[in-house]
């Protein structure tokens, strides 16, 4: 099978979601994983962040939409 039928650069996108106990931690969280994801990119990564109230805390949701497949998998796996 070759990679490029695996990896045809169709799904670039990275998603995040998850509760946090208050905003700032969610805020340290965002910058983390950002400076991740300019460490895995080639070309600019956008960052697409929302941050929501709910019972218990803040929702950070984050896409990360890179320029290639590959980086969007190198990125998930060094998030493991």
Partial sequence: MDVGTI?????CTAS??????NRA???ETLAA???RARDVESDP???KSTYTEV???VKLDIDFIFACEAET????LGLR
């Fill in 7 to 11: 990896m045809d650069n169709s799904d």
């Fill in 16 to 21: 995040y979601s998850r509760v946090f106990t």
């Fill in 25 to 27: 931690e969610a805020e």
């Fill in 33 to 35: 994983l950002s400076k």
């Fill in 45 to 47: 990564c956008e960052i």
């Fill in 55 to 57: 019972d218990g805390g």
């Fill in 73 to 76: 998998l190198i990125f998930q």
